[in-house]
T-cell receptor, first 115, second 117 residues
Framework: AQTVTQSQPEMSVQEAETVTLSCTYDTSENNYYLFWYKQPPSRQMILVIRQEAYKQQNATENRFSVNFQKAAKSFSLKISDSQLGDTAMYFCAFIKNTGGFKTIFGAGTRLFVKA | EAGVAQSPRYKIIEKRQSVAFWCNPISGHATLYWYQQILGQGPKLLIQFQNNGVVDDSQLPKDRFSAERLKGVDSTLKIQPAKLEDSAVYLC???????????????FGPGTRLTVL
């Protein structure tokens, strides 16, 4: 069975600085997708960034980038130039790409961006 | 395009009562998901529909939870009878397909916060 672990329950960062959120996962699959979702306070969950396991190049979306280490089963999220609007819960998630596309979420990391 | 709609937004009931949640997915999305998010935890998939067929309900407590998606569009999730541990946010999401590709991006509704007293 697949598992997703986020070891940092809570983090804080100063506005304009960079922060990295950690995620590790466990799977025997070779073909899968990894995601970071953002859930702002009292607002809907949205997708931040996704990574296909077969791609070696790390995904980037504006200020958000990932460090995908397939052998280590690690998938960290880096937020550059942090903004107050980045304050949210961040969830790491996994979907295997073979039959039964069940999404597995980690427990989340609460990020506070301080002014 | 309109997002995923859910109602009610909040519900407070006493244990052993029944409750139902409604979800209207984004138009054209074949896949619909119901997640349970207990405070301090990540969402847990309860059931996943592809059109009006069930793809995965392995984590749905079938003795008390039921869900249906009539005509492959709207969906309802019911709890009968509710227990204290059912207190959570129930999230509905939809996607074009059920995989992990860009086209299968899941879009989430605002959720229904259930409190069982």
């Amino acid at each position: 069975a697949q598992t997703v672990t986020q070891s940092q329950p809570e983090m804080s960062v100063q506005e304009a600085e960079t922060v990295t959120l950690s995620c590790t996962y466990d799977t025997s699959e070779n073909n899968y997708y990894l995601f970071w979702y953002k859930q702002p306070p009292s607002r809907q969950m949205i997708l931040v960034i996704r990574q296909e396991a077969y791609k070696q190049q790390n995904a980037t979306e504006n200020r958000f980038s990932v460090n995908f280490q397939k052998a280590a089963k690690s998938f960290s999220l880096k937020i550059s130039d942090s903004q107050l609007g980045d304050t949210a819960m961040y969830f790491c998630a996994f979907i295997k790409n073979t039959g039964g596309f069940k999404t597995i979420f980690g427990a989340g990391t609460r990020l506070f961006v301080k002014a | 395009e309109a997002g995923v709609a859910q109602s009610p937004r909040y519900k407070i009931i006493e244990k052993r009562q029944s409750v139902a949640f409604w979800c209207n997915p984004i138009s054209g999305h074949a896949t619909l998901y119901w997640y349970q998010q207990i405070l301090g935890q990540g969402p847990k998939l309860l059931i996943q529909f592809q059109n009006n067929g069930v793809v995965d309900d392995s984590q749905l407590p079938k003795d008390r939870f039921s869900a249906e998606r009539l005509k492959g569009v709207d969906s309802t999730l019911k709890i009968q009878p509710a227990k204290l541990e059912d207190s959570a946010v129930y999230l509905c999401a939809s996607s074009r397909g059920g995989g992990g590709s860009l086209l299968d991006t899941q879009y989430f509704g605002p959720g229904t916060r259930l409190t069982v007293l």
